[in-house]
């Protein structure tokens, strides 16, 4: 079955309640691996858009005879 892409503010919510579980130590060993695998993959996602978006504002201040610090 295909995974449904997340947007970015989605991903973060996720992240944070996977976060707000794993603190309280209460799933067992197994759902705690899971929970914290899936918390990870999200990370990269919302690294791998934040960098598409810090691209997309570079060319378009590009165009627009701006410049952006790297």
Partial sequence: ????E??????MKRIGEI???????E??????IQMFE???ELIRECEKKLSGY????S??????GGEADA
């Fill in 54 to 57: 810090e691209k997309q504002v």
């Fill in 6 to 11: 997340m947007k970015y503010e989605e991903s």
């Fill in 38 to 40: 899936e918390g990870l």
């Fill in 27 to 32: 799933l067992p060993l197994d759902e705690e």
């Fill in 59 to 64: 060319e378009i201040l590009a165009k627009n």
């Fill in 1 to 4: 079955m295909a995974k449904k």
């Fill in 19 to 25: 976060v707000d579980l794993l603190q309280k130590n």
